[in-house]
């Protein structure tokens, strides 16, 4: 799903998640400026959410959420003859892997990424090689180690694309033949499943509300036009007799402003124009 435009209300966009905690995730300004814009492609046959929902696992999108799932299941790099370079690939297929690599153009050169390649290809791997040579099982695993410790310290960068190069530099069977290993990358186990929002600093009244109303609540903002507030606050004292305090704390408002609201509303509307 492509959402074209830059219209004031655009019920395509999810703006009721746009400040989620699960919605914020460190990007590089290329992919999400240059590349994703407002894309969010969806499997074919299936519906964007419904406004104000928050049941995000009904929902079949094609992007993949590195909070949610390994990319390494899905992308990996393999060394390309013709473009003499290691490129992203799908596994075995992966529709997440393809649209992903699409949107993000990930497939496409990276200077820095293919710089980073080029020195482990001429400075890395040639003294590897030499040391393999040698059948010295102890020095061998020894300089892996090292190696490894090097590559895949927290602060390096690309450290799937490394793991890809030394993969298939030292393939498998050789590095049992070693007894070698390769680190594993990203989380060893799914990460468990939290709540849309963090909680911490909710006012305790907001748990009393249904998932739609809580989502209005948490929606209006600081700018929200008095219009918006008071719809919202309409909403809430049709569920239960608030207190001005309450109502206060869960529209994040002064107290005199919520009373003036109060009076609107329980004001009789005026009387409709004639012809």
Avoid at 36 to 42: A, I, S, T
Avoid at 126 to 133: E, G, Q, S, T, V
Avoid at 161 to 184: C, E, F, N
Avoid at 192 to 202: C, E, I, V
Wanted: charged share 25%.
């Amino acid at each position: 799903m492509k959402n074209p435009g830059d219209s004031a209300l655009d019920r395509s966009r999810y703006w009721w998640l746009a400040w989620t905690w699960e919605n914020l995730l460190f990007a590089c300004d290329r992919c999400n400026t240059n590349h994703k814009g407002n894309q969010f492609p969806l499997r074919a046959g299936t519906k964007p959410l419904s406004e104000l929902s928050i049941d995000l696992d009904r929902e079949q999108a094609l992007l993949i959420d590195p909070a949610r799932i390994d990319p390494r299941d899905h992308i990996r790099f393999v060394f390309s003859e013709t473009r003499s370079r290691f490129i992203p690939r799908p596994v075995n297929g992966s529709p997440l892997g393809r649209e992903t690599l699409k949107t993000l153009a990930l497939d496409e050169p990276d200077d820095v990424r293919d710089d980073h390649v080029r020195r482990l290809t001429q400075h890395e791997l040639p003294p590897l090689r030499d040391i393999l040579a040698s059948n010295d099982s102890p020095v061998i695993q020894a300089y892996w180690q090292r190696l490894c410790r090097k590559l895949f310290e927290p602060a390096t960068l690309f450290h799937a694309v490394t793991w890809d190069v030394l993969d298939s530099a030292v393939p498998a069977t050789q590095r049992a033949t070693w007894g070698l290993s390769l680190p594993q990358l990203g989380r060893a186990e799914p990460p468990a499943k939290t709540p849309l929002f963090d909680p911490q600093d909710d006012p305790p009244e907001l748990a009393d509300l249904a998932a739609p109303l809580q989502m209005q609540v948490r929606a209006l903002g600081d700018r929200a036009s008095p219009a918006e507030v008071q719809a919202v606050m309409r909403a809430l004292l049709g569920q239960k007799d608030w207190t001005d305090e309450e109502l206060a704390r869960l529209l994040q408002r002064a107290p005199d402003t919520v009373q003036s609201y109060r009076k609107q509303l329980a004001s009789p509307p005026g009387p409709l124009p004639t012809c």
